[in-house]
Antibody
Framework: QVQLQESGPGLVKPSGTLSLTCSVSGYSISRGYYWAWIRQPPGKGLEWIGMILQNGNTFYNAPLKSRFTISMDTSKNQFSLNVNSVTATDTAVYYC??????????????WGQGTTVTVSS | QSVLTQPPSVSGAPGQRVVISCTGSSSNIGSGYDVHWYQQLPGTAPKLLMFGSSNRPSGVPDRFSGSKSGTSASLAITGLQAEDEADYYCQSYDSSLTGYVFGTGTKVAVL
């Protein structure tokens, strides 16, 4: 059974860097699938941030591309999100998710429980 | 930048049928890209509820059904139950934005 678990600091200072990690169990991320990050500001909707493939190829939500970086460590079966120059607008619950394949292509079929990040001094 | 528009809220009495619309454009739903739906119970992560417009993952009750036509999609819940109170989001791919997009979200209330 595939499980995803986010981890990272709950509080980040403005202009700092946010680093989050998604640990995957029950499936080797080097075998396939796209692995994504999605966020949800307090009281608001979902926003796709970007995703990474097992070969390291990445795709980003264009408005976010300049500050967001997704990477992968297959030896640890983890993928990560780095956000530079954070501001209060980056305050959100951050989810990692798997992008489905086959009939579920393009759907986020597995999700982590989410981790809350607050940007504040 | 939500390019998929949903009604902010819908409500119904237990046992009734409610429908949530998801209106897109020619660069997403209208281009034939699949529409997927998620249910987000309070304080929890979203859960895939419907994929490929009208397919339910294993374990999702058949009270939930989906359809797509033109530049819109819809999710119907028949026999509404108290446990269906949640936020629902549609999602697709947008070729102009070259990325995945979510709907604005709809809160379903059971009266």
């Amino acid at each position: 059974q595939v499980q995803l678990q986010e981890s990272g600091p709950g509080l980040v200072k403005p202009s700092g860097t946010l680093s989050l990690t998604c640990s995957v169990s029950g499936y080797s991320i080097s075998r396939g699938y796209y692995w994504a990050w999605i966020r949800q500001p307090p009281g608001k909707g979902l926003e796709w941030i970007g995703m990474i493939l097992q070969n390291g190829n990445t795709f980003y939500n264009a408005p976010l591309k300049s500050r967001f970086t997704i990477s992968m460590d297959t030896s640890k079966n983890q993928f990560s999100l780095n956000v530079n120059s954070v501001t209060a607008t980056d305050t959100a619950v951050y989810y990692c998710a798997r992008v489905g394949d086959g009939p579920q292509w393009g759907a986020f079929d597995m999700w982590g429980q989410g981790t809350t990040v607050t940007v504040s001094s | 930048q939500s390019v998929l528009t949903q009604p902010p809220s819908v409500s119904g009495a237990p046992g009734q049928r409610v429908v949530i619309s998801c209106t897109g454009s020619s660069s997403n739903i209208g281009s034939g890209y699949d529409v997927h739906w998620y249910q987000q119970l309070p304080g929890t992560a979203p859960k895939l509820l419907m994929f490929g417009s009208s397919n339910r993952p294993s374990g999702v009750p058949d009270r939930f059904s989906g359809s797509k036509s033109g530049t819109s999609a819809s999710l119907a819940i028949t026999g509404l139950q108290a446990e269906d109170e949640a936020d629902y989001y549609c999602q697709s791919y947008d070729s102009s934005l070259t990325g995945y997009v979510f709907g604005t979200g709809t809160k379903v209330a059971v009266l």
